[in-house]
């Protein structure tokens, strides 16, 4: 029953028959919900389907007493449809009392925020529907401007906004449609009747003109879509790529020969340090206490000879020499060998380098071609919208004149002009939107 909900809104007679006949065996099943049941409900207004409609809205009334917000909300919506759409005797008392209802309702501001844009789009249409005086609005005028007044004018955003985008568009139809049921009335029906068989051939010919551009249209956006898509990945690859080259730049060259050998520095006669003074004991002679006679020592510092000085400072500087001709030997060995490791790293570095740079440029630039061809994709994607745009502008307004000059000649051979200005000529619940918050509740 899931999967049939999702389909709701098909065109296709058999299809929409199995989508009625799986949510009533849904319905009998112990797993029911109220979604199922509003499910079905929707499905008998897409259908158009009076009496349908009327069971289901029932069956709900009866199983589930106490419903949900949303339940009840797309119940009252339904019932207004339902009041305008039959052809009822109490027709016009019930959709009244369900239309102050709703503007009740919708004032407040106290609903979810999507149904009280459902029933603020709903009221809108509704009042932009019955403005014509063909229309002979079974809701009186003095309600209709009390709807605009309350909500045209209302504190919250979205019921505004939705009241006037419902009652702008329908108002226009409303308009459009009076104005063909006054033109096909003032001309002789064999006129009305060459002006639609010449509407409907042109329609054949702009209908493959305009399939064309837009199968043509919706090939080139699937491959500029997939185009995008790929030259982003790619352009995300290039990114690591191009950080991953940094982190390379950042790290040393292998092969450095590490810290170069450190030269001796000559030893300097001058650097020598020599004691200049030399210690030595002397001794002398005192009475202790007893007047005994003691001889007693003391050390006593004396300037040395300035030749001893100078031999002192010869030694300590031949043996400094001979031990700076052995470390000179060995640095001068050490030195020789490291200075070429030294450049071939460098070379080596250089060489590293500048091919990392290359690589990062080429990546860059690859990057930045990428970012071009995602921008062109865009622009002939978007020039073909544009065409196409130009192309459904011109075969929509064909088609509407096609369309209300239809619904003219069926009302009129009636003689029931008011109904040309209700449902089915009018949409008045949005099934594809009330079935997105349909499949929304199915998921929660």
Known sequence: WQEACKLIGTQDPDLSEKIEKTLREALRSPQRSEVMACALVLQAVHAGDCDAVKAALAGIRSVYPKASTETECLVARVRLWLWL??????GAEYATATFRELVTHANRG?????EL???SQLLGTVCGMLQSELAESPISIDNLK?????LAESQVSDVTSRFKQGQQSALKRAQALEQTINHVKARAPDEVAVEQSDREAKLAEMGYEFTSTRDLMIEVVRNAREASRQNTLDRRKLAEYVKKLNRDWATPTEGHPGQPPVEPRMPRKSDIRVDEYETKTEYETKRDANNNTVRVSKEVRVKRDSSDIEREREFGYLQRMSAYRVHKADFDQRI??????LNSWIEADRIRRKKLQEERAAAEARSDE???SNKQLREEASDLKSEFREQRTDVEILAEKYELTDIALQTLASQSISSAF???YFELIDVEDEKFRLLGRIKK
């Open 146 to 150: 009390i709807a605009e007044k309350c």
């Open 85 to 90: 759409t039959a052809n009822d005797p109490k």
């Open 117 to 119: 844009r459902a029933h």
């Open 422 to 424: 209700r449902p089915p």
């Open 370 to 372: 990428l970012l071009e």
């Open 336 to 341: 020789a060998i490291y200075v070429p490791l």
């Open 110 to 114: 106290v609903l979810p925020k999507p």
